[in-house]
């Protein structure tokens, strides 16, 4: 890769210089008590935020977090990432009550070498996300005025064509940070000459979603493995009844020219766990996947299916897995992701859990993380970089 990364601007010297640094920290948050409930963005950021704190940078940090509709919103405040940030750097955040406003100026200006500061949600500001390029470039000049340099370190981002990632960059002398980079030099992998069997498995809500990337991978993978809500457009592609099961009705022959075009490399659930409702409590039974009742929906893979699965997985030496098996976050429907993402850690495989609910799924279920060859920060920046599309913020850092 092309891009000066952290190391290459440690080597210059950082003592004493303010760092602008683009992180992810677009944690999810208890609605109602409004705690951290996974603190996995945070931690991934720490070794660029570790190193630049121990060379002497006054380290300036900004993130969104949420949708906010460009302006102050309470919900999305990052106030609370503040605290957990420091306690995980193991000293204070000082945090700025705006973005580019005057707490952001204060605050950056008292800032000791060796110090951090994390402003105010981006998305707080109609310039982060703005269409218009003039709009976003005024955001973007407020924003490097805080930084003698900008380190990118906010993979989750990088497909967004935003002022923090995309025209920051272009206004200061620029790096790629540790978890940038990490994230690069894996995903090259899947790209490039992936170890075979390659396998790839794909979950989630909606074909849609993910058709962009199976057109892409189709050509490249020697099994592609189909859970998740996608799954029953597929099934009912052949000709099967899905019941009250999500489904894409638009994309049913979008996946039949799909598996006319690949023969036998695409696997569909043989069985599924279907319901009365979708709720955590309600009545089920495992039933073939061409035998779903019609006043029932299905939530889950079937052990059927799990089995399956696994005895693919456990001859692959490359795996790619995006997307959930089933409803996760209700016991009675996680089996199918659990079984499976053990399947994926008992190969003797290089893998990729490529971010979004897989890796919210790995650390639900209280998986170990480290028995995974990577776990991505960016659901929709590694299907785009899979993809082969330009991503805005990669793009920035080679120019």
Not at 219 to 241: N, S, W, Y
């Amino acid at each position: 890769m092309t891009i000066r990364n952290l190391d290459d601007l440690l080597a210059e010297g950082v003592s004493g210089r303010r760092v602008l640094v683009r992180a992810d920290l677009n944690v999810p948050l208890d609605k109602q008590t409004g705690d951290i409930t996974d603190d996995g963005r945070i931690r991934a950021v720490l070794p660029t935020l570790g190193a630049l704190v121990q060379a002497g940078a006054k380290v300036v940090v900004c993130s969104h977090l949420g949708r906010p509709k460009g302006a102050p919103d309470p919900q999305f405040s990052l106030r609370p990432v503040a605290g957990r940030l420091g306690e995980l750097l193991g000293a204070p955040v000082h945090f700025a009550e705006d973005t580019v406003g005057d707490s952001a100026r204060s605050t950056v200006a008292e800032l000791a070498d060796g110090q951090v500061a994390l402003l105010e949600n981006l998305r707080f500001n109609k310039g982060e996300t703005s269409k218009d390029d003039a709009e976003r470039g005024a955001f973007a000049d407020q924003l490097a005025a805080f930084g003698d340099a900008y380190v990118d370190d906010a993979f989750g981002a990088v497909h967004r064509k935003h002022a923090s990632v995309h025209d920051v960059p272009a206004r200061l002398p620029h790096v790629a940070g540790r978890l940038v980079l990490r994230e690069v030099e894996v995903l090259s992998k899947l790209t490039g000459a992936p170890e075979r069997p390659y396998v790839v498995v794909l979950g989630g809500s909606k074909v849609s979603d993910k058709l962009a990337v199976i057109e892409a991978l189709l050509p490249t993978v020697d099994r592609l493995l189909i859970g998740g809500g996608m799954c029953f457009t597929f099934l009912k592609a052949q000709g099967h009844e899905v019941g009250t099961s999500l489904l894409e009705e638009e994309m049913v022959e979008t996946c039949r020219n799909l598996m006319q075009r690949a023969p036998g490399k695409i696997l569909l659930p043989v069985d599924v766990v279907a319901a009365d409702a979708f709720a955590p409590d309600a009545a089920h039974d495992t039933v073939p996947a061409d035998g779903i009742p019609s006043h029932r929906l299905g939530l889950d893979i079937g052990p059927e299916t799990v089995a399956g699965f696994a005895a693919v997985l456990s001859q692959a030496k490359t795996i790619f897995w995006n997307g959930p098996m089933g409803v996760f976050e209700m016991a009675a429907f996680a089996n199918g992701t659990r079984g499976v993402a053990e399947a994926i850690t008992k190969a003797d495989a290089f893998s990729v859990v490529g971010g979004g609910d897989s890796a919210a799924a790995v650390r639900a279920l209280g998986l170990d993380e480290s028995s995974f060859g990577h776990i991505s920060t960016g659901g929709g920046a590694s299907l785009e970089y899979l993809e082969g599309k330009t991503l805005p913020g990669i793009a920035a850092l080679e120019n």
